[in-house]
């Protein structure tokens, strides 16, 4: 199995819907079955989250989306499944069920994966007919946004498995990582629980209330951890000297009775009522759905701020979306764009999101550069500058930039793109962009561009190569007969 084309779904709630969200925008077809009365609107609506948020994540084009079918039973949807992800509740009785009736049904090579959050997948497997092809796959909320999955197998689950299950996650823009020994809750939950543990008693005794628990954890280290880590943030703080000297100055505080890890909380009626209180007053009255949406707002912030890391190659869950965004690209149909055209190329075709607007809902200023930046990188895939030409080491640098605002857009207006060469040599490439808005098809903004051809290994202008050249000229002789447009030319505060 090189790609997947078709998953099923068995169990639609919160990581089972977003699961099939996250295939789906892939363009994988997901197949699901969930006996739920709801289970229809519930999926409707992560979906709906999960299309915003990614129309925020990214501006690479994503493949077609698949298609979701519901279906009447399990044998009915895992027929042809390639990828099946088991998301029933947490008990262990009912998993090992549902996947001996899954591995009976499916496909003999189907990948057959586990959301279970704690279980060893020894355990799940053993009724098995072919227990060498199941595993855990266990995600983190929200599954469409958060790229990582656990990869766990059991006794009789083959090496083979694991390995295409790694490579087909990257398909979807997740990172797999392989522990490499079952253990109940596997890395991330055991964190996650020691942690937790150590909150409820910090509740429980009155030291601070749950969103002060929150404001320490968000204004501070989660936000090292969100990069970096544990390990290699520690690694910073021991100086100099490195992890030994941090593990030499701090590793004596284990020893002091700071925490309680080895003693549990009694959840008795008190402390539930006292931290569900808590955590009313802390929503401020937003609905699920809304601390969802802020939540996945977030999440896209936090990510394309590591995108930019290490001198623009990208950190951690940033360099992931970056190396996704390269695939979604380099997959991505070409434009069939007749180059001889005497008009302006459409180029993009766009919608305002969320992190667009500033607090008047109008798209921020920095946003007008994006569009623009994009609308010429259409232009450069056109005449051939693609990801292949750039790892050759050439592309087009813009080095000046003119923008008019003419307009207004607005949260959920709908913009496409236009782009005109005006004049080119062997080095340069003068365009001129417009941004519409595709309701009244009026302009929003222009902006004039000059890109210089460059040598990106030597650091120096030097001519594009013939076949680009080519086409540049192919659109140039079209457009020499348009209008030159309105604007060209300008400088900054000149009247009409």
Known sequence: ?????????????????????????????????????????????????????????????????????????????????????????????????????????????????????????????AEMKHPERMFVAHPYNPVYLLPLVELVGGKQTSKETIARAGVAVEQIGMKGVVIAKEIEAFVGDRLLEALWREALWLIQDDICDTETLDNVMRYSFGMRWAQMGLFETYRIAGGEAGMRHFLAQFGPCLKWPWTKFTDVVDLDDALVEKIGAQSDAQAGGRSIRELERIRDENLVGIMHALKSGDGGKGWGAGKLLAEFEQRLWANAERPQTDLGQAEPIRILDTKVNAAWVDYNGHMTEHRYLQVFGDTSDGLLRLIGVDLDYV?????????????????EARLGDALYSTCQILSHDEKRLHIFSTIYNAASSEPVATAEQMLLHVDSKASKAVPALPEVIAKVEAIAEAHAGLARPEGVGRSVGQKR
Not at 43 to 68: D, F, H, R, S
């Open 1 to 125: 199995m090189t790609k997947i084309t078709k998953a099923a779904c068995i169990g639609g709630g919160v990581i089972g819907g977003a699961w099939a969200a996250r295939f789906i925008l892939a363009g994988v077809d997901v197949n699901m079955f969930d006996p739920h009365p709801e289970a229809k609107r519930i999926i409707g609506e992560v979906m709906a989250n999960a299309e915003k948020a990614y129309a925020m994540l990214t501006m690479a084009p994503l493949p077609k989306k698949g298609t979701l079918t519901f279906c009447n039973s399990i044998e009915e949807a895992v027929q042809n499944a390639e990828w099946i992800q088991e998301s029933v509740p947490e008990r262990l009785a009912l998993k090992r069920g549902v996947l001996t009736e899954i591995d009976a049904a499916a496909s003999p090579d189907a990948l057959i994966g586990s959301s279970t959050s704690g279980l060893m997948p020894s355990d799940l497997q």
């Open 391 to 407: 790892k050759n080491g050439h592309s087009y640098y813009t080095v000046e930039t003119h923008i008019r605002n003419l307009g």
